[in-house]
């Protein structure tokens, strides 16, 4: 109780403070540099949730253990919906800078590439009637897509060049300022957190439905 | 097929390998396809439909010469991709239907049966690019520049393509709804193979040189690993 009050209170003042305490960034149009505190965010707490559901599924093919596969689906979708604003954020940024919402910059290709995986793993989970069996196969499959992802990080922008802004936004790199780089950390901060709440909102629910089918089975 | 007939080739004998054991599976499953050709008629058709289809519609001189080497690369992978996966996935679906999975899996280890099948469907999708690929060529005037090069590809291309499927295929042979889930399954898995064949054809219809073959290499890396992570990964769904 006390973690989601204060997440919203963090959440609050990082997304006022995005909007009234940072000069937009030059050499880009209008106001459009704010998005940094709510797209890097969103790109990275998929990243996140893919990678953790990923590991989740290879310990519970190695333990069995039902839990491990529940963390595995609760953060593939949280992960989706995040990869899901990620990309439209992202699309936004690219209309009013680029010009179009949509022109297959290796970015966009990678980000669509994950949903289309994602998707095609709730699918999977989806069209397997056996529990036991579907949390095999969800996790089989989670860990032979991310074999095929280093090619589309490493390959597929070196066939084509990215538009996408690294230098120029980069937190590593010498054109942020402090003031800017703190409240992207505290952004970065608040939605990582956002994420934890809702994942264990998630898996709590699995768990209670995962009994109650039990209760019914038995009845 | 009948038990009988199978039992005689899938037979685990004390000093049977890893490959013995596969190649017996890979002959028992030619053999079977031979007598139905369920698989190979229903992937050549379908190639042999869009092809007429694409040739049809867009003829040999409709598109610029400048344009041609890249669009061709496109619509030649989107054939190929497309048959493949209207078929391959009948090489673990057929022993489910037939009942003959359970008997498969006492008779042979697992990573034999995967290689076995591994085997089948890079048979099958060879045929169909025997076929395919030189049809293509001569209906729609495709000029290759260094064949040596393309050749390479549609070949590191074909392993690629049955060793992204292979795993996909055991998986929905056992689940609801098979036809339409081998291809939203197996599609995402195969996007880094087709755009890096689609490269290696058109640098090979059209490049300056093809020196040193970038997508063969990165078509073959593609197989070898999703091979071996398919080996490692195949005992899980198979034992279930």
């Not at chain 1, 204060?6 to 009234?20: D, K, N, P, Y």
């Not at chain 2, 028992?28 to 519609?57: C, H, K, P």
């Not at chain 2, 040999?60 to 400048?66: D, G, K, L, Q």
């Not at chain 2, 391959?88 to 009942?99: D, H, M, P």
Request: glycine share 6%.
């Amino acid at each position: 109780m006390i973690f989601k009050i204060l997440l919203t209170i963090w959440m609050s003042v990082t997304i006022f403070a995005a909007f009234l305490c940072i000069e937009p960034a030059a050499g880009f149009p209008g106001e459009v540099s704010r998005i940094l505190f709510f797209h890097v965010p969103t790109a990275w707490v998929a990243t996140l949730a893919f990678f953790l559901s990923m590991i989740a599924s290879c310990v519970y093919l190695i333990t069995r253990k039902v839990n491990a596969d529940f963390l595995a689906q609760s953060s593939a979708e949280l992960g989706f919906l995040f990869c899901f604003l990620a990309t439209v954020t992202g699309s936004i940024f690219a209309k009013s800078t680029w010009g179009s919402f949509w022109n297959w910059d290796p970015r966009q290709t990678s980000i669509v590439m994950l949903l289309m995986i994602y998707g095609a793993y709730f699918v999977l989970r989806s069209a397997v009637p056996d529990h036991e069996k579907r949390r095999v196969f969800a996790g089989v499959y989670s860990i032979l897509a991310f074999c095929t992802v280093p090619f589309l990080v490493f390959i597929v922008p070196r066939i084509t060049s990215s538009l996408h802004p690294e230098d120029t936004l980069n937190p590593a790199g010498s054109g942020m300022d402090t003031k800017t780089l703190i409240l992207f950390l505290s952004s970065l901060f608040a939605y990582t957190g956002l994420f934890v709440w809702m994942l264990r909102l998630k898996v709590r629910m699995l768990k209670i439905m995962d009994k109650e089918q039990g209760v019914k089975f038995k009845v | 097929m009948h038990p009988t007939k199978s039992g005689r080739w899938i037979t685990q004998t004390v000093s049977s390998t890893y490959l013995t054991e596969a190649v017996a599976i890979w002959l028992r499953d030619l053999r079977s396809e031979f007598r139905t050709r369920y698989a190979v008629n229903s992937i050549l058709m379908f190639a042999l439909t869009t092809l007429v289809a694409v040739s049809f519609s867009i003829g040999s001189f409709r598109i610029e010469e400048s344009e041609r080497p890249f669009l061709y690369a496109v619509l030649l992978w989107i054939i190929l991709v497309f048959s493949a996966l209207s078929g391959l996935s009948r090489s673990f679906v057929k022993e489910q239907e037939a009942g003959t999975m359970d008997i498969l899996k006492l008779s042979a280890r697992p990573q034999a049966v995967f290689l076995g099948k591994l085997f089948f469907n890079l048979t099958m999708l060879g045929a169909l690019e025997l076929i395919i690929v030189p049809a293509f060529i001569l209906l729609m005037e495709y000029k290759i520049r260094f064949p040596g090069c393309f050749a390479a590809m549609m070949v590191t291309g074909g392993i690629g393509l049955g060793a992204g499927t292979t795993l996909v295929a055991a998986m929905i042979a056992q689940a609801d709804a098979r036809g339409a889930l081998f291809s939203a399954l197996s599609f995402p898995l195969l996007l880094p193979l087709i755009i890096t064949a689609i490269k290696g054809s058109e640098r090979a219809a059209y490049g300056i040189s093809a020196a040193g073959w970038p997508e063969v290499k990165i078509a073959a890396a593609y197989a070898v690993i999703m091979i071996t992570v398919s080996l490692l990964l195949f005992p899980l769904i198979w034992e279930e």
